[in-house]
Every structure is written in structure tokens, then in C-alpha cells.
């Protein structure tokens, strides 16, 4: 009861902090999307823990008595998912700043994982008769194997290039830091602002690279490789 409280007077006082835009005004994006964030996910990660031992180890007696166990149990996955909507968002105003990479993708996706994970565990609380744990291994296993098969570079390519259409900043170190996706997200900006400062050199000194790339090996076939390698040889530089 104490920790909802808590919770609930935090979440009504913080309300605007969470969603509003008002202290855009005193805080850069970076201090916004940052303060607080990695407390916002601990914090709901603790929660879960919490809950998980309690629906384990907590027996309900009287009928009365469950009843409002089980409804703790839903104040307190409610205010976790304010939270953790509160990172989230804090986390897409950082992308809209500043631009998409890998860890703040897999960080994006982990909270969507423990937001699945939450509604299922709400469910669990008034319906005691199904499992909890195989939910858990197979959301667990779907989710791993979602990371492995989708090309989480080529999403970040994407998401930076339309962040480019509309704000004209996109970090081109980053790009080519990348594998293939990256460099073939080079040459698509290259196509639309040949003009940018330092592609070309950037692009050139990828084409002189592949030059020395054996692309008859079996072992090596990529058809991203092939695709990108293809569009290389064909650029033609200013």
C-alpha cells in the first residue's frame, strides 16, 4: 500500500514532467531524455521483481483479502507503465535530437518487450490459472530470435535518413561506421545531396576499398554485400 502510494504521488506530480514539453525550455534535449531515464527503467525493473515474488511467494487466505492483493498488484503494474511510457518517450525525443544508433534501438525494443511482458502479467493477476513462466521462455525466446532475424542496421539507416529529410542533420561518421546498410544509406544521401560535406571523400575511399574485395566466394556471399558493392561500382562521383 505504501509503495503505491508512493508511486501514485510521484506519477501525479510528475505528470507533466513525464509527457509535457514544458521543460524543453530550461533543458537541452540530451539533459531531458537522460535525467532520469536509466532510474525510470531500474525502477520498473525492481517493480517486476517485486511482483513476481509476491505473486510467488504471497498465499491469499480470504477471498476479500485477495482481492485487494490483486488489486496492488494492478496499481502497481499501471504505475510501472507510466514510467516506463515516460523512457520511452524521453528516449524518442533523444533519437529526434541527435539520431538513431544501435543501443538506443535495443533499448527502445527492450522496453517494448517489458511493456508485453507487464500486460501479460496484469492478466496473470486475475486469472491465476495460466503460467506465468512459459509465457515468459516464449516471449523471451521470440524476442531474441525477432533481433537476430530483423536487420536492425538497416532500420537505423532508414530512421536516420527521414530524420534527414526533415531536419537536414544526419551523422555520416556513424553511418560509416556500419556495415553494408550503412554504407548503402552513404550513397542513397549521396543521390539526394551529393553536396554534403565530406561524403564523397567518404564514398571514394569505399569504392578504392572494395576494389580489393573477393566477391566469387561462397563463403562470403551477402547479398547485402552484393547489393551494396553493385551500387558502389556504379556511383559516379562529383
Known amino acids: ?16 514532467y513525464f509527457f509535457g514539453d514544458a521543460l524543453h525550455e530550461d533543458y537541452t534535449y540530451a539533459e531531458y531524455a537522460r535525467r532520469g531515464f536509466f532510474e525510470l527503467v531500474l525502477v520498473t525493473v525492481i517493480n517486476w521483481t517485486l511482483l513476481l515474488i509476491c505473486l510467488k511467494l504471497v498465499k491469499a487466505g480470504k477471498k476479500g483479502y485477495g482481492f ?3 488489486a496492488m498488484y494492478s496499481l502497481l503494474i499501471v504505475a510501472s ?9 524521453r528516449l524518442s525525443a533523444y533519437e529526434a535530437a541527435y539520431g538513431f544508433t544501435l543501443d538506443r534501438i535495443l533499448a527502445h525494443t527492450f522496453m517494448l518487450f517489458l511493456m508485453v511482458i507487464f500486460a501479460y502479467t496484469l492478466i496473470r493477476v486475475w486469472l491465476e490459472g495460466i503460467s506465468i513462466a512459459h509465457f515468459y521462455i516464449i516471449a523471451g525466446l521470440l524476442f531474441y530470435t ?6 536492425l542496421e538497416e532500420v537505423i539507416v532508414d530512421n536516420n535518413l527521414n530524420r534527414y529529410e526533415e531536419t537536414g542533420k544526419i551523422d555520416i561518421y556513424y553511418l560509416d561506421s556500419l556495415s553494408y546498410s550503412g554504407i548503402d544509406g552513404l550513397i542513397t544521401l549521396y543521390e539526394k545531396d551529393p553536396n554534403y560535406p565530406e561524403l564523397s571523400v567518404m564514398l571514394e575511399h569505399r569504392k578504392e576499398m572494395i576494389e580489393h574485395l573477393r566477391l566469387d566466394t561462397w563463403q562470403s556471399f551477402n547479398f547485402k554485400k552484393q547489393q551494396v558493392v553493385k551500387r558502389l561500382q556504379e556511383l559516379e562521383l562529383k
Open 68 to 70: 485487494f492483493m490483486k
Open 81 to 89: 507503465g507510466f514510467m516506463l511510457a515516460s523512457a520511452y518517450i
Open 1 to 16: 500500500v505504501l509503495l503505491n502510494a508512493i508511486y501514485l504521488l510521484f506519477v501525479v506530480i510528475q505528470f507533466t
Open 146 to 151: 525477432g533481433l537476430n532475424t530483423i536487420n
